[in-house]
């Protein structure tokens, strides 16, 4: 039964990172285009990986951040476990970017690559 769900797992990943490539251009084009004041400054961000672990799963993760406009994957800890993230409108604590993450990147993610 999981395998039959996977190609709608596989739709909604996709889907979703379609939503956010418009939503982060629109956010970015803001940036660029608006006044200078106003928006958060760009931040460097340690963002802990809950549950991806394999190499293929850690790449795939950092891809979908660095394919998102705004943002960009820098490093990926020795141990595997935190991935360096520049974001140019990440605000002063980063908490936003760390709970999208965690909350929608990372387990959309690893519900296509473990099916």
Known sequence: MRY??????????????????V????????????PAGGMAPP?????????ARSDLEIAVVANYI????????????ADRSTLLIHA???GDSGDELRAQVRD???PRVLEVLRP
């Open 23 to 34: 939503d982060s251009s629109i956010q970015v084009a803001r940036r660029v285009l608006g």
């Open 88 to 90: 140019l409108t990440g």
């Open 104 to 106: 929608s990147i990372e």
């Open 66 to 77: 660095t394919l998102t406009p705004g943002t960009l994957t820098v490093d990926v800890s």
């Open 4 to 21: 039959l769900l996977w190609p709608w797992k596989l739709l909604v990943l996709v889907t979703t990172f379609a939503w956010d490539l």
């Open 43 to 51: 931040c460097f961000v340690t963002v802990p990986l809950t549950q």
